[in-house]
């Protein structure tokens, strides 16, 4: 005979079971959070009767009628363009910027993080000083510095400064030398991506000859290589499809050419040199983890100083490295929502401002701006744990 | 005749280019041709940036006067911030009642050394004094409407004092309300664990701004109507909500450092799950947790500037509004670099206090 002391607990109390106490406290939840969801749900719906606002997404649809600083890849009419395409805009640039931040963040950071580990003292310190001082003040501000500070106060456009022949600075922003792509422009990036997936193959042929047969392959020089010829060659056989545009400098405005905003100068400027100073940090730990064993290690089996770093150090540093990178660029994409305080058209400012602002839709806009912020974040984050789990340690 | 040196001769001292100032800069500064590039370089970069800032802020900088005409040289006009100082410290804050706000930095400032420092080891009537009196005493000090203190209305609250307020509640608040966010994530119970995780990303998956939108545009929605919380208030609960999801995250990460065994140990002990969690394994794992936890505070008190999208007057609005006044155009530059100046000073110290606690805690490890 045996008795369920499991289900019945100690003193025969059905509620000392965890397993009971676990359901019933979780109905108590569920209910709580549904009596707190109706109960919104219930004072919005009132509410949003109350000022005559019609919920849904049918606003999306209808023509925004206001201007737009930057619009990229996109026509744009004040009169006809709905709210939808208002959505896109602010996408589009909000990748734009994050995405060149990005890059820039990321090349500071690398470079900071290293010189702060330069045995060369003063240019260890300034790299310090650079990532304390950077650290330590709130992205706005620097924004606000960036934007009202230094950029305001560039000289008018008509004594801009002039570097060389045809780059312009003012207060404007910079104008300099673009390319018009006329007909057949398509073969150069199709030539370049060409390229980029010839390169990964090459690294792979490369990698196994190497394992064979111990012979080493230029593989560098060739990536190089390869980048510049094939859309140069592509360029050739289609008779070179563009035209360079210079920035005409007229009376009181600068034509022609391509031109980049002080606003998104300012936000590119701010986000890259503050998440570079995070990014420094990252790196600087990440190499530091490495123990200086390893290095001893490759000196003594012969490996030269550069082929250390490149096979040995490397390779574990970024196994601690790629985690806080990710969230590092996680950060800069949502900081780059800061747009908004200095007029940069981006998804908060247009979407979760301007619109909003018009239609007084706010609920379908701060959800559309939210969804497009989680869903950038998921996608990132698993890109960048298969990376992870690329790099990472192969244990048993 | 043989010689033989029978006492052994003296050390000799090392090589004159090894020690000293020369031993220093060839070793550190002068190593190789490409170091001593690299020196000559980041010595003139290093020249140039410090000699203009020091010349910009202090040698041709302007301290005297009243007025922008004053700012003859050509340095910073500091005149700017001294003219406006009681408004960027205290925002609208009547200047009659200001010596409250002084009052509560002090009565804060008592709390902060005792629990912060070394010196009293037994933190507990610090800390329910920090914690428990000086929240309340704050509030009556500065809203007042009690004890014959005339009410100030929190529109009237800005600069640095409001930064301050809204950095310490949303702490206070973020704090407890992070480790039950927390432990909900840690729960055996799927239906809570669902709902910790889905706020916990939710909210770390999407910037502070549209979290503050949401808490300015959308809270007065969700709300019964005639129900009205006042902007600085739903500021406080955007802030707090966001800094709760990134603390429950800090805290998750230390209480994953303690050992499955001494949950099971308390447990085996006859404790119960609150006992143990809140006598055996929290103890432990907030202590880990503290530095991350002053971090996290740094970027808590960072963000707060961003409630200036959204209309509150805090230190950066204050300044803002002051460089377009138009008895002081051109003063952008002095308002900015005296915010970071501020802000860097306050997140500085609190960086370098985590650095010193962390090497205080980390005694067991360290040879």
């Known amino acids: 005979m045996t008795t369920d002391v499991q289900s ?19 109905a108590i939840v569920i209910v709580l959070f549904v009596a707190f969801v109706l109960y919104i749900g219930h004072n919005t719906a009132h509410n949003l009767e109350k000022r005559g606002i019609a919920s849904g ?53 690398f470079i900071a993080g290293i010189l702060r580990l330069s045995k060369n003292w003063i240019v260890n310190k300034m790299a310090a000083v650079y990532i304390e001082v ?61 390229a980029i997936v010839l390169c990964v193959f090459v690294a792979r042929w490369a990698r196994k000859r190497q394992e064979a047969t111990g012979q080493l392959f230029p ?22 499809p563009f035209t360079i545009a210079y920035p005409d400098f007229g009376k009181f405005s600068i034509h022609g050419g391509w031109s980049l905003e002080p606003e ?21 730990s990440g190499i530091n983890s490495v123990s200086f064993g390893q290095t001893e290690a490759a000196h003594s089996l012969g490996l030269r100083p550069r082929l250390t770093t490149r096979l040995v150090i490397l390779p574990q540093a970024l196994r601690v490295i790629v985690p806080p990178l990710t969230s590092q660029y996680l950060n800069l994409i949502k900081n780059s929502s800061l747009a908004t305080a200095i007029g940069y058209a981006d998804i908060t400012a247009l979407f979760a401002g301007t619109s909003l602002n018009q239609t007084g839709q706010a609920i379908e806009c701060i959800f559309i701006t939210m969804l497009f912020y989680l869903s950038i974040s998921l996608l990132i984050s698993m890109f960048m744990n298969w990376y992870n789990k690329h790099i990472s340690l192969v244990e048993r | 005749m043989a010689i033989v040196k029978t006492d052994r001769h003296p050390d000799l001292p090392p090589p004159a280019s090894q020690t000293g100032v020369v031993g220093w800069l060839r070793e550190n500064l002068f190593s190789s041709p490409l170091n001593i590039i690299l020196t000559i370089i980041a010595a003139f970069i290093a020249w140039e940036a410090l000699s203009t800032f020091l010349s910009y802020t202090l040698i041709h900088a302007n301290f005297a006067g009243e007025t922008k005409a004053d700012c003859t040289d050509t340095g910073a006009c500091w005149v700017f911030i001294k003219a406006r100082f009681g408004q960027d410290m205290y925002g609208f804050y009547p200047p009659e009642e200001r010596w409250r706000v002084d009052v ?24 329910i ?33 409001l930064t301050l307020v809204l950095a310490s509640v949303s702490i206070f608040v973020a704090l407890p309300l992070g480790i039950v966010l927390a432990l909900g994530r840690r729960s055996d119970m799927p239906i809570v664990r669902m709902m910790c995780v889905g706020f916990i990303e939710l909210i770390r998956g999407v910037p502070l701004i549209t979290v503050l939108f949401m808490a300015s545009v959308m809270l007065p929605l969700f709300l019964p109507e005639g129900v009205n919380f006042d902007k600085l208030i739903r500021a406080l609960v955007g802030m707090s909500l966001f800094s709760a999801a990134y603390m429950a995250e800090v805290v998750r990460g230390g209480l994953q450092a303690i050992p499955k065994g ?79 100046a501020v802000f860097w000073v306050f997140c500085f110290s609190m960086s370098r206090y985590s650095i010193w606690l962390e090497n205080k805690l980390h005694t067991g490890h360290k040879r």
């Open chain 1, 8 to 26: 019945h607990g100690a003193g025969g109390n059905v509620f000392r079971d965890p397993r009971v106490r676990a359901v019933v406290y979780q």
């Open chain 1, 57 to 109: 997404f049918g606003f999306l649809g209808q023509p925004a009628g206001f201007g737009i600083g930057i619009v990229l890849f996109m026509d744009y009419s004040n009169q006809t363009s709905t709210h939808l395409d208002v959505l896109i805009i602010g996408i589009i640039n909000t990748l734009v910027v994050s995405f060149t931040g990005i890059f820039f963040a990321t090349l500071i950071g």
């Open chain 1, 134 to 194: 950077v650290r330590n003040i709130p992205l706005l501000v620097q924004l606000f510095f960036w934007y009202f500070a230094v950029l305001a106060v560039l000289p008018t456009v008509r004594d801009s400064h002039q570097i060389g022949s045809s780059i312009f600075v003012n207060n404007r922003g910079v104008s300099f030398p673009g390319i018009i792509p006329s007909e057949g422009f398509w073969l150069i990036p199709v030539a370049l991506l060409v």
């Open chain 1, 219 to 240: 593989v560098f020089w060739t990536w190089v290589g390869l980048v510049i010829l094939l859309p140069v060659i592509g360029a050739a056989i289609m008779g070179f």
């Open chain 1, 264 to 284: 998104f100068l300012s936000l590119l400027l701010g986000l890259s040199i503050y998440t570079g100073a995070f990014i420094a940090e990252i790196v600087r």
């Open chain 2, 104 to 127: 509560g930095y002090v009565l804060a400032a008592i709390g902060l050394f005792f629990v912060l420092s070394d010196f009293v080891k037994n933190k507990k009537w610090p800390a």
């Open chain 2, 129 to 161: 004094y920090l914690f428990g009196f000086v929240p309340v005493a704050c509030f009556f000090l500065f809203h007042g409407g009690y004890f014959g203190l005339e009410v100030v209305e929190t529109s009237q609250w800005g600069g640095l004092f």
């Open chain 2, 262 to 340: 001494q949950m099971e140990a308390a447990k085996s002990l006859g404790l119960g799950y609150w006992k143990a969690m809140g006598l055996i394994v929290l103890p432990q794992a907030l202590k880990i947790a503290i530095p991350s936890i002053v971090n996290t505070f740094i970027g808590l008190f960072k963000d707060t500037t961003l409630v200036l999208i959204i209309g509150l007057l805090d230190l950066l609005s204050i300044i803002k509004a002051g460089t377009t006044d138009k008895n002081w155009i051109g003063t952008a530059t002095e308002g900015y670099v005296f915010v970071a």
